[in-house]
Every structure is written in C-alpha cells, then in structure tokens.
C-alpha cells in the first residue's frame, strides 16, 4: 500500500478548518480501512502566513490526531508558494500526494478515483477537473472559461477547467522540484512534467464558510502571471503589430504624396489627433507588457526562495527527513 499525503494550503481558513479536517480525516480512514492507502498516510496543512487562529487549530489538530501535519511559513507567501512548500515537503515521505484547496469546494470523493488511477493505472499525474460551473455567477464562468482559452491560444498548455486539486506521484513531485522558477504558475508547469496522467471530473461545491481568496483583482493578476509565465507570444504580437503599423504608415505616407501632389491637401486636426493618442497608447501598452517580462526576469535573476518554513510539525521519522530537506 503507498503512502498518501493531503496538501492543503491554508491563508485565514479559521472558519472552515474544522469542518474540513473532520471530513479529511474520515476520507482518509475510509481509503485505509479500504486498503487504498497506508495507515500512515498524512493530512498535511499549510499555513501561508495567516493572521486569525489557522496555526493554532493546526497545531492542536496535530496534537489531538497523528494524521493532521502542518507547516508554518515565516510570512504570506501567496497560494501557489504555500502549495509549492507543502508538496516539496511531501516529496520525500509520501508515495503520491494530492493538492486541495481547505474551502470544501473540490468534492474530496474525488480522491479515491484518484488513487485508484495511480494504483491500478499507474498514473502519476491525475487532474481534478469541474464538469461543470454551476456553482459560479454568468460573469466568473464567462471570464474564467476564456481564460482557459486564452493561455492555451497563447501557447501555454494547461488542463481545460482544472485548478490546483490533482494527485502527483513521488516520482512528478521530483520532477517538479528541478523547476526552479520564482514566477510561480503550477497549472502550467504540472503539464510540461511529461508521466502518464489522467482526468477525474467533479462537481464543484459552494465554498463552505468563509470568504473566497480570490477577489476580482487577484484573479486578474493571478490570469497575468500564467500567461507572461508560461508564453512569449504576446511580445511576438507586439512585434506583429509595430510590422502592421509600420505598413499603415507607409500606405498612409503614398496617400498624402498623392494629395500633395494633386493639390488636394487639407490640415486635418482631429486626423492628427486621433493618430497621435492611438500610436500613444499602443506605444505605452507595448511597453507594459514588455516590462512585465523584464520584471520577471528581474526576480528570477534575484534567485530569491519562494517560501520559508518557520515550523513544522508531524511524526518524529517526518520532522529529521523534513529537517534534512530544509537544510539541503
């Protein structure tokens, strides 16, 4: 039987924990008592840096049940770099792990066809994919289906209606640790590991308690982020563009030799302004996005960590491997 690990990043989830470890911590037996998985399999839970009783709730989980581990990140770190400190500590205690967000949105009943899939399939990588939106309002299932199809018309190869709720091998959360990029989109990355994988659908629930972490405006920058990550074609459009232009001024320049020649030249005010604030804003839209590249490369050039662990706690034989990790 292998070893599973349940990787929750946590950001002021106070409200839903206890609901969420219950419920966990029956699947989790159900999968044992199934002999799906070991005995000592883990729900670990990341707290990125909350500022309510998250930490707290862990620990005391921790301390009433040896099957709840936790971290403690110094700081808020984001989503993706919580995520990404509680899978590479799993790497090396766990046969496979499986990513989850604590709100009780993705159906945990998903997990055993997962498993399933990694041990009678031998896949090592198995989407969590929404049949469908039903749960979300006209304009975040608009926006968020799009968007999909936008990072995927961009060149970024992603999994269509899949979040962060997917199982990964020991062998792919390996394999995911030789990726050492600051700028972090793990939707895109997952799919570029390569390994057997597969799709289990699900229907998404209502967030249980608590609020959603992602508002409009993090959502903009986070679809920003996965793009300019994972693609270089809007530099390549832009490069198309200034081509495009330069063509129309050409044509533009013949054009008014000919009135000038024929006699025919007239001062055309709004003409000029409306040239001059379209090749302005062009001009300055070309330089946002190439300066969201070159910022990128700014941070990655820095090489600076993408979390740091404060404190961790879970079994004994756990805390010395993930003590060798930390300190490697």
């Given amino acids: 039987m292998n070893r599973l690990f349940c990787v929750i990043p946590c950001y002021n989830e106070q409200e839903v924990l206890p609901e969420t470890s219950k ?24 707290n990125d840096g909350s500022k309510d009783e998250t930490w707290n709730i862990i620990k005391k989980l921790h301390e009433e049940d040896e099957v709840f581990q936790g971290i403690n990140l110094s700081k808020n770190m984001g989503h993706q770099n919580a995520l990404l400190a509680g899978l590479m500590t799993a790497k090396d205690l766990c046969d496979m792990a499986i990513s989850l967000d604590a709100d009780l949105q993705d159906d945990i009943n998903a997990i055993d066809a997962m498993v399933d899939k990694f041990n009678k399939e031998d896949c090592e990588v198995v989407y969590g994919v929404r049949s469908k939106r039903t749960t979300d309002t006209f304009f975040k299932r608009f926006t968020a289906e799009s968007y999909y199809k936008l990072i995927d018309a961009m060149g970024a190869k992603t999994v269509y209606n899949h979040a962060d709720y997917r199982l990964l091998s020991r062998r792919a959360l390996q394999a995911l640790s030789e990726f050492g990029e600051v700028n972090l989109f793990l939707r895109g990355i997952v799919p570029m590991l390569g390994f057997k994988s597969d799709i289990v659908y699900y229907e998404r629930a209502e967030r249980f308690a608590g609020e959603s972490k992602y508002p409009l405006k993090k959502m903009l920058s986070f679809a920003i982020e996965g793009i300019t990550s994972l693609s270089t074609k809007p530099i390549k459009m832009i490069t198309g563009l200034g081509f495009f232009i330069f063509f129309v001024s050409i044509a533009v320049f013949v054009y008014s030799l000919v009135r000038h020649f024929t006699g025919q030249t007239i001062q055309g005010w709004t003409t000029t302004v409306l040239s001059v604030w379209a090749i302005g804003g062009l001009i300055m839209i070309s330089l946002g996005v190439i300066g969201e590249y070159i910022g990128k490369i700014y941070l990655e050039t820095k090489n600076r960590p993408r979390f740091i662990i404060e404190s961790y706690v879970g079994d004994k034989e756990d805390e010395e491997i993930a003590d060798c990790v930390y300190k490697r």
């Fill in 23 to 46: 419920r966990l911590k029956e699947k989790i037996e159900d999968l044992v008592g199934r002999k799906m998985i070991a005995p000592d399999s883990r729900i670990l839970l990341v």
